[in-house]
C-alpha cells in the first residue's frame, strides 16, 4: 500500500489509537509486542505497524530489533484527541 492509503486506515482500525499508545508506552514497536498486548494476530499487527510508520509514530524496521518509537506517550495523548 502506499503512504496516503495507510494515512486513511488510521481512522478505520479501531485499535490505531490504542496501538499507538502501547508503544509509545513501551518505548519500542514490534508485531509480537502489539500481538501480545492487543490479543491480535501477526497481520493485524503488521499492518497496524506500517500504518504508524507511515504516520510517523514509529521508525523503519531493522531486521528483527524492535522498531523505534518518535513519539512520547504525552504527545500521543495529545495528538489522538483530534479523532
Avoid: C, F, W
Wanted: glycine share 10%; aromatic share 4%.
Amino acid at each position: 500500500m502506499n503512504k496516503e492509503g495507510n494515512q486513511g486506515m488510521a481512522g478505520e482500525d479501531e485499535l490505531y489509537n490504542e496501538a499507538s499508545e502501547t508503544v509509545a508506552a513501551a518505548g519500542k514497536a514490534s508485531a509480537s509486542l502489539l500481538q501480545r498486548r492487543l490479543r491480535i494476530g501477526y497481520a493485524r499487527a503488521a499492518r497496524l505497524l506500517d500504518i504508524l510508520e507511515d504516520n510517523g509514530v514509529i521508525g523503519p524496521a531493522d531486521g528483527a530489533k524492535p522498531r523505534e518509537v518518535y513519539t512520547s506517550r504525552t504527545e500521543n495523548i495529545h495528538d489522538n484527541s483530534n479523532y
